[in-house]
């Protein structure tokens, strides 16, 4: 019986273990892929695809570039995200007006 417990607490020590592992690894991998030049670039490409008229394109840059929106100023985030609203509602004007204003923040 006493040998049970101990195989238990073992377990549990080697899955707490694993964990903090994994955790840092997740850690480590979310810092490191914060790029501000991830999000130029596609700021840039979302502004040329709508453009040329290409909505869908143009919120699959915005999109992948969203998930590093952290690594620029707020000022740039913000605007960033504005133009993301005003895509999504179909104000194709508005959306190059923030999106331009963005962009032109992270030059």
Known sequence: MALMGKSCEAILLIISLDYLFLTGIVISVSAQE???????MHLDEAIKYL?????????????NGHRDITSVSSDAQELFEAGMKSLS??????????LKAADEKLS
């Open 51 to 63: 453009q040329a008229g290409n909505k869908d394109a143009a919120a699959i840059h915005l999109n």
């Open 89 to 98: 509602i179909g104000d194709l004007s508005g959306a190059l007006l923030h």
């Open 34 to 40: 914060s790029d501000p030049g991830s999000v130029k």
